[in-house]
């Protein structure tokens, strides 16, 4: 069918005219079929992409992206006039109570389950309870239209998987690790911050020597489990300490030196810093390494599932605009 297509001219003027010009309420923005879609439809659509834009740009810059903006909403609009068309045509239907339930749901999830309160806001936007329904059925009809060709078995060859994780090995590296334990003593915060060893600690600082106290346990071979339990401070005192595996960028710097120079089972020398006292321990090292393929399968296969799902969609919608009166004005 001939397509005829031209600028947004009269909504790009709406939207840049100052308060004090006299405001466009409505035209007709395009039409699909016999299906007229508004300039307040494409306006409406497009304001929350607006608003985030007006707090990044401003001036021609910011014109140039409402203009793409608008764009998008209005493409978005004249798809779902064909995807409404498609259902139609179709003879397919929704039962009415899918679409009560779905209303139930807004009010009691956004309105406290207050049905009064809910009338009162629509009333305020200026829109009956008959088009509100009407705009979840087209909501769940679209859903339901687009999920309907994905739903057809999309399979991943390995090969496919291969190809794209030998493409995109550089996501899959990971730096040196650490299978690190903590313990934690708190002290009041002090303007310096220094690293030291047992031997430099203060003889009046009660959680310095409580540190050392824990200090000479570990050198006597008592469980570094047990001993962050019954004395760290941390949030991971009870799971004895343990902080998983980490890479140098999860610590901070005071810490990173220490515990990198670690060798599995080897606790650290007590770490002063402005708000405590920290000892490690390292249980298990991993080099920087590329994740092997078998780690990383079943997230390759997700994303390429996801990749073809939506190439069908649009191989369907640009079936449906081949076939369709599109008139852009």
């Known amino acids: ?80 006039a064909l995807i409404l068309q498609e259902f139609k045509e179709k003879g397919y239907n929704i039962p009415d109570n899918i679409i009560e339930q779905e209303l139930s749901g807004v009010i009691a999830n956004d309105f406290g389950g207050s049905r009064e309160t809910f009338i009162k806001t629509l009333e305020a936007q200026k829109m009956t309870l008959a088009q509100y329904r009407e705009q979840i059925r087209e909501r769940i009809i679209v859903q339901a239209m687009r999920s309907r060709k994905v739903q057809q078995e999309v399979v991943v060859s390995p090969a496919k998987m291969e190809k794209y994780y030998q493409e995109h090995l550089e996501e ?80 901070r710097e005071e810490l990173r030196e220490a515990a990198f120079r670690l060798k599995p089972g080897q606790h650290s020398a007590i770490v002063e810093t402005m708000d405590g006292y920290y000892i490690l321990q390292v249980d298990d090292v991993q080099p920087a390494h590329v994740k092997p393929l078998a780690e990383v399968r079943d997230q390759i296969e997700s994303i390429l599932l996801q990749q073809k799902r939506a190439k069908l969609q649009e191989e369907w919608v640009k079936q449906l605009r081949a076939k369709a009166y599109i008139h852009v004005f």
């Open 172 to 251: 899959y590296k990971v730096g040196d690790q650490i299978k690190l334990r903590m313990i934690v003593v708190r002290r009041p915060s002090t303007n310096s911050v220094t690293t030291a060893s047992s031997t430099d600690a203060t003889a009046d600082d009660p959680h310095r020597k409580l540190s050392d106290e824990i200090f000479a346990k570990l050198d006597a071979k008592e469980s570094f489990d047990s001993l962050a339990r019954t004395y760290s401070e941390a949030k991971e005192a009870k799971d004895g300490g343990d902080w998983g595996w980490i890479t140098r960028d999860n610590l």
């Open 1 to 80: 069918m001939k397509r005829i297509i031209v600028p947004l001219v009269l909504l790009m003027m709406a939207w840049r005219a100052p308060a004090a010009t006299p405001e466009i309420v409505d035209g007709v923005a395009a039409v699909v079929n016999d299906r007229v879609i508004t300039y307040s439809e494409v306006r409406m659509l497009a304001l929350p992409a607006i608003e985030r834009l007006r707090q990044q740009y401003d001036g021609d810059e910011l014109h140039a992206k409402a203009r793409t903006a608008h764009m998008d909403a209005l493409n978005q609009l004249i798809e779902r």
